[in-house]
């Protein structure tokens, strides 16, 4: 009975302590708030458009004799690129000449005869009438030759027609009419050649932002950074250069348009790209990893931790995002540290365990904070 005793003692003292054992506190990851100053921008979405679009016709009926080029290839300005058969149009300017000399023939022939006929009228050897008739003749000619010479112009702008250069220095795109059809003037696009350097950007912003935009364009020229959903392909940097002049009752938007040098093509015609328009500057702009902001029915909050490694939770009012950050326009000081993941198990006055967060690849692993509890 007194072992009994005893041990029914023992068991009773043991579950105090147990029941009085608190669970580890949460691990969080987190990261400071800092200061520094962030660019003030409008982000959209944009399209890729050529500087200038040509569609390649030709301008006289003939038979497509050669393409001068390889699709795809960099077309200069002036430089040759398709010919037409010019046989038969140079038969018709050799006939267009030949037209034209007998013409200016007959022309001396009957100023000739003006001449005599002026000698004869003076001492009363031809009648009023013949004289007249020779001067008639004269000028009858002259209007004949002018005729002439018109139609030699234009016998040699249609054979200059036969060789079809192009207009602009841009990528000529595949060949849509093959060597030796039969081709008529303005009918069938024979290729299509693009200007892409430099090159244009279109987006679309909220109207509401068209005042600031319009403010900062008349004090200069605002900047405009445009990314490809390709990875490798770094963001390219250009200028704004035109504010449409009417907003789009229907969509609430105005359109911009930005003009890039793309020197090294990283544009190209119909991409879409993440389009950055920047403002102006935020100077000392408190930021924190986007991760850190929470939503709830109140409004946006943050888990700041606190010097006794406890978490207090902050309203904030969040600004503009920039790259992986916000701005936090108040709630969060300079150097305050917020929590960036294990926030959804947490309540303010919550004890943590504060883990730094992973290092970037290449950056040497942050030391880990101390356990204060």
């Known amino acids: 009975m007194v072992a009994l005793f005893a041990a029914s003692c023992t068991q009773g003292s043991s579950a105090p302590a147990a029941a009085s054992a608190k669970p580890p506190p949460p691990t969080v990851t987190a990261a400071p708030a800092v200061a520094e100053d962030v660019p003030e921008q409008v982000k959209a979405i944009g399209t890729v458009q050529a500087l ?18 390889h699709e795809g290839d960099e077309i200069q300005s002036g ?35 003006f ?28 209007a004949t030759v002018s005729a002439d010479q018109a139609g030699v112009r234009s016998a040699k702008l249609d054979l200059d027609h036969c060789t079809i250069r192009s207009p602009i220095t841009g990528r000529i ?11 008529k003037e303005n009918d069938s696009i024979l290729a299509m050649i693009r200007q892409v350097r430099p090159i244009y950007v279109v987006f679309s912003v ?20 445009a990314k490809v959903t390709d990875p490798g392909v770094p963001a390219a940097t250009g200028t704004l250069e035109l504010i449409e002049s009417s907003v789009d009752a229907s969509t609430g938007t105005i359109q911009l348009r ?14 879409y790209a993440d389009v950055a328009l920047t403002l102006g500057n935020h100077p000392g702009a408190v930021v924190v990893p986007a991760q850190a902001v ?7 909050f943050v888990f700041v931790v606190k010097a006794d490694s406890t978490v207090e939770q902050r309203p904030v009012h969040v600004g503009d995002r920039w790259q992986d950050r916000f701005i936090v326009n108040d709630g969060v000081a300079p150097g305050e540290n917020v929590v960036t993941s294990g926030a959804l198990r947490l309540v303010s006055g919550m004890q943590v365990n504060v883990q730094a967060p992973e290092a970037p690849t290449g950056a040497p692993p942050a030391a880990p904070a101390k356990d204060k509890s």
């Open 258 to 271: 930005a003009r890039f040098s793309n020197d090294d093509e990283r544009l190209w015609p119909g991409q």
């Open 173 to 183: 795109g595949q060949l849509m009419v093959d060597v030796g059809n039969v081709v």
């Open 206 to 225: 909220p109207a509401q932002h068209l005042g600031r935009i319009r403010a900062r364009a008349a004090a200069g020229q605002l900047a405009v950074e």
């Open 115 to 142: 001449q005599r006929a002026q000698e004869l009228k003076g001492d009363g050897s031809i009648s009023q009438s013949t004289f007249d008739q020779r001067w008639s003749d004269v000028a009858s000619r002259k």
């Open 52 to 69: 200038a679009t040509v569609s390649v016709k030709t301008q006289v009926h003939g038979i497509l004799a050669q393409a001068t080029f």
């Open 294 to 300: 929470q939503e709830a029915q109140q409004g946006q």
């Open 79 to 113: 430089s040759t690129i398709f010919q037409i058969d010019p046989a038969p149009f140079q038969a018709a300017l050799d006939q267009a000449q030949a037209v034209l000399e007998r013409d200016q023939a007959l022309l001396a022939k009957a100023e000739a005869d």
